[in-house]
């Protein structure tokens, strides 16, 4: 079992930044890769970006705006969004996904779940 803990959201003003951390515990972090979605209210979950077990892979839906990085000593996965607009609102979510896969960009390939964080981007 593994147990992912995400943190970092809040309510912030379009054009600011904001940096969302996942905390995991419970197996071994490197044999895990991790994946970033978001759900806003009526929509379908969707994939932001994911990152191999090592961090040597990231991988992105939309270039630009999403940094993706891993930090394997503390256990911790920290997604930046950068120039945040009011259709970045949802709830973010961080999911690990054993020995990672090529589809990295479906939610189903993801084992394990953290409980979300609300983002809200005020205009």
């Known amino acids: 079992q593994v147990q992912l803990v995400e943190s970092g959201g809040g309510l912030v003003q379009a054009g600011n930044s904001l940096r969302l951390s996942c905390a995991a515990s419970?197996?071994?972090?490197?044999?895990?890769?991790m994946g970033w979605f978001r759900q806003a209210p009526g929509k379908e979950r969707e994939f932001i970006a994911a990152?191999?077990?090592?961090?040597?892979n990231t991988y992105y839906a939309d270039s630009g705006r999403f940094t993706l990085s891993r930090d394997n000593a503390k256990n911790t996965v920290l997604l930046q969004i950068n120039n945040l607009k009011p259709e970045d609102t949802a709830v973010y979510y961080c999911?690990?996904?054993?020995?990672?896969?090529?589809?990295?960009?479906?939610?189903?390939?993801?084992?394990?779940w953290g409980q979300g964080t609300q983002v809200t981007v005020s205009s």
């Open positions: 999911a690990a996904d054993l020995y990672g896969s090529t589809r990295y960009d479906r939610a189903e390939e993801y084992e394990y």
């Open positions: 419970g197996r071994t972090f490197t044999n895990y890769a």
């Open positions: 990152i191999s077990r090592y961090g040597a």
